[in-house]
């Protein structure tokens, strides 16, 4: 099993920063992604950027590229999430997850993100 805890959310105004991050803990893979989810408010989950554990290759979903960075520190097995000019639509719970294989197996609990305008 994999843990994953994350941290960082809280109340911010609009064009403010945050950052969230991912501890992960339990079993290892040798090769596999980390990634970010969002869900707002009576929306489904959406795609918010990932990064190959490995090589360090990130993806974003257009919504939040150019504004958010996510980065890993492999000595702590923890995967943050630098989200800069928040906007209101930005407010929503956020999740980490593992991805293994083709699909994203393991979530975290989530933490709230509260953009005000």
């Known amino acids: 099993q994999v843990q994953l805890v994350e941290s960082g959310g809280g109340l911010v105004q609009a064009g403010g920063s945050l950052r969230l991050s991912c501890a992960a803990s339990?079993?290892?893979?040798?090769?596999?992604?980390m990634g970010w989810f969002r869900q707002a408010p009576g929306k489904e989950r959406e795609f918010v950027s990932s990064?190959?554990?490995?090589?360090?290759?990130?993806y974003y979903s257009d919504s939040v590229k150019g504004r958010f960075t996510i980065s890993r520190d492999k000595t702590r097995n923890t995967v943050y999430l630098q989200m800069n000019s928040l906007q209101s639509e930005d407010t929503a719970v956020y999740y980490c997850a593992v991805r293994p294989g083709v699909r994203y197996e393991y979530w975290g609990q989530g933490t709230q993100v509260t953009v005000s305008s």
């Open positions: 990064i190959n554990w490995n090589n360090g290759f990130t």
């Open positions: 339990g079993r290892t893979f040798t090769n596999y992604f």
